[in-house]
């Protein structure tokens, strides 16, 4: 087993999961299918930060469609509430208005992130959004929420690397890694 196999962050083992090789070999489709959908549209991409910056940087230069690109932070708090409650910048909402939106996410979870986020969208009216992720976890999902474009489905193992982090630690890995139980 290769030394960069496993990695340990605090008291938790991290262990090799998706390889930047099969990442990007699926950057590659994605970008293929999302190039013929849009073709001849303009389109403004909206990209979820932190965690959707790496996914951002490798699929971006694949895109052969006219667009105009946004980042905006998200971040969700958890609540007593189930719902739990989503912080978003208040100027982001300008540029989408009677537009067609892509939106890029690194993983949806329980999908509540995206759910608020679609809301906001719909609210604004004359929106039409897809959405990209890169992973996706089907088993944790709570709210409806559906990607046009989805890297790899996952189980519901809390992972880390391409952008996603443990406590802020982690994202710089190239490679995506899973918890090992
Ligand atoms: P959701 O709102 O429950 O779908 O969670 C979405 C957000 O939580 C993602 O955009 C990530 O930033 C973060 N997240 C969910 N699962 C993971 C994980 O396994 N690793 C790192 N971040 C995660
Ligand atoms: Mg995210």
Known sequence: MGFDEEIGIGELTFKKFISRE???DRMEQMAERINRDLAGSEVD???LLD???????AILPKFNFSN????????TYQGTESTGRLELDTSWIGPFFDREVLIL???????HTL?????MLRLIGNIRYRIATLLLKPKQLQYPVEPDYTGFE?????VIGF????NEQGRDLPDIYRLKS
């Open 22 to 24: 099969a990442i990007h």
């Open 45 to 47: 991409i909206l990209v």
């Open 51 to 57: 965690g959707a910056e790496a996914f951002a940087n």
């Open 68 to 75: 105009r690109v946004h980042y905006r932070q998200v971040k």
């Open 105 to 111: 996410e690194d993983i949806i979870d329980t999908g």
């Open 115 to 119: 759910y608020r986020v679609c809301e």
């Open 154 to 158: 996952i189980g519901p193992d809390f």
């Open 163 to 166: 952008g996603m982090d443990y």
